[in-house]
């Protein structure tokens, strides 16, 4: 696949989702870098702004095959994962499962579980395997984690720990819609009941195993200059180094901001990576994997600002 055909079929997909979504234009972008950079992503927003449906009409335009897991305080390991169950009639034990077998899997309100549950999620998210009792179980080439969490709600919830959000490529916190991107949803969805379906509105596959695998590989040739390799390095380095951190991102964060970058080329046509493809990508990538220090955090400083701040200070390649 050519670098104009990985763009073309970038855009493809953001078409098949608008016809159902409206606006959330960046986060459809953040959806397809981590889809072509093999990432996972945590969408963080109010009730009632579309995230689960994004995720829907996503997963079915990129040809997905699509698994939800609600998450819940009394969930169990074995819930997402499954477990062998015996056969009486046979007398052997036969493989459950779970719905974590699946490519793109909505992990609803994930910050819901206890941390137990939450790290059935690791090996999964790390090496795309699954272990049962001993087994090794693989999973998709193609999967993917889209987890949302309520940043409103602070009683019955389970902040996830920094191993699994640093296993996330990218945080997304969404808003709430302009005035305009509003009235639209209201005029287009206001008159149904329930939760809408991405085909009601016309979202149609256009893209197969074949089409994400042949992208990824060429994604993955894409070209990264020695001088923005450093540059991320620097970015990254720089969130260790600063008072207002008191934890700084992983040397993770460096190697999946720099795939997700190639990524972003690829989707705009190109064949290299800018420092641009970086700056735009380090919010998303770096304010999940950092810890305000508590001086920062008395001062009401946060992490987006500081992040800001370390990209307008980090000097940039030309």
């Given at each position: 696949m050519t670098i104009e055909?990985?763009?073309?079929?970038?855009?493809?997909?953001?078409?098949?989702?608008?016809?159902?979504?409206?606006?959330?234009?960046?986060?459809?972008?953040?959806?397809?870098?981590?889809?072509?950079?093999?990432?996972?992503?945590?969408?963080?927003?109010?009730?009632?702004?579309?995230?689960?449906?994004?995720?829907?009409?996503?997963?079915?335009?990129?040809?997905?095959?699509?698994?939800?897991?609600?998450?819940?305080?009394?969930?169990?390991?074995?819930?997402?994962?499954?477990?062998?169950?015996?056969?009486?009639?046979?007398?052997?034990?036969?493989?459950?499962?779970?719905?974590?077998?699946?490519?793109?899997?909505?992990?609803?309100?994930?910050?819901?579980?206890?941390?137990?549950?939450?790290?059935?999620?690791?090996?999964?998210?790390?090496?795309?395997?699954?272990?049962?009792?001993?087994?090794?179980?693989?999973?998709?080439?193609?999967?993917?984690?889209?987890?949302t969490q309520n940043p409103i709600e602070n009683q019955g919830v389970y902040p996830l720990p920094e191993a699994q959000l640093d296993r996330f490529l990218f945080k997304y916190e969404f808003g709430y819609p302009s005035a305009e991107e509003e009235r639209r949803i209201v005029a287009e969805h206001g008159n149904r009941f329930g939760m809408p379906k991405p085909e009601e509105w016309g979202v149609t596959r256009v893209a197969d195993a074949a089409a994400i695998r042949a992208a990824a590989e060429t994604v993955g040739k894409n070209r990264l200059a020695d001088e923005v390799i450093d540059y991320v390095v620097r970015l990254v380095r720089a969130t260790r180094s600063t008072g207002d951190l008191q934890t700084g991102a992983s040397p993770r964060a460096a190697s999946t901001l720099a795939a997700a970058a190639r990524a972003r080329a690829a989707l705009d046509g190109r064949d290299f990576v800018l420092p641009d493809d970086v700056k735009a990508l380090a919010p998303a990538a770096l304010r999940h994997r950092v810890i305000l220090s508590p001086s920062a955090e008395i001062d009401g400083r946060q992490v987006d600002t500081i992040i800001a701040g370390l990209i307008e200070q980090t000097e940039a390649p030309r």
């Amino acid at each position: 696949m050519t670098i104009e055909e990985v763009k073309a079929l970038g855009q493809s997909i953001r078409a098949e989702i608008g016809k159902a979504v409206v606006g959330q234009d960046e986060a459809i972008d953040l959806l397809l870098v981590a889809l072509f950079a093999s990432g996972h992503i945590l969408l963080e927003g109010p009730p009632g702004t579309a995230k689960t449906f994004l995720a829907q009409c996503f997963s079915r335009a990129a040809g997905l095959d699509y698994g939800r897991i609600q998450f819940t305080p009394d969930l169990l390991p074995g819930d997402i994962l499954g477990s062998n169950l015996f056969n009486f009639q046979t007398s052997t034990f036969t493989l459950t499962r779970g719905p974590i077998f699946t490519e793109l899997l909505l992990a609803d309100e994930i910050n819901r579980t206890p941390p137990k549950t939450q790290a059935a999620l690791l090996e999964a998210m790390q090496e795309r395997t699954v272990t049962i009792d001993g087994v090794d179980h693989k999973l998709s080439d193609r999967f993917m984690v889209v987890a949302t969490q309520n940043p409103i709600e602070n009683q019955g919830v389970y902040p996830l720990p920094e191993a699994q959000l640093d296993r996330f490529l990218f945080k997304y916190e969404f808003g709430y819609p302009s005035a305009e991107e509003e009235r639209r949803i209201v005029a287009e969805h206001g008159n149904r009941f329930g939760m809408p379906k991405p085909e009601e509105w016309g979202v149609t596959r256009v893209a197969d195993a074949a089409a994400i695998r042949a992208a990824a590989e060429t994604v993955g040739k894409n070209r990264l200059a020695d001088e923005v390799i450093d540059y991320v390095v620097r970015l990254v380095r720089a969130t260790r180094s600063t008072g207002d951190l008191q934890t700084g991102a992983s040397p993770r964060a460096a190697s999946t901001l720099a795939a997700a970058a190639r990524a972003r080329a690829a989707l705009d046509g190109r064949d290299f990576v800018l420092p641009d493809d970086v700056k735009a990508l380090a919010p998303a990538a770096l304010r999940h994997r950092v810890i305000l220090s508590p001086s920062a955090e008395i001062d009401g400083r946060q992490v987006d600002t500081i992040i800001a701040g370390l990209i307008e200070q980090t000097e940039a390649p030309r």
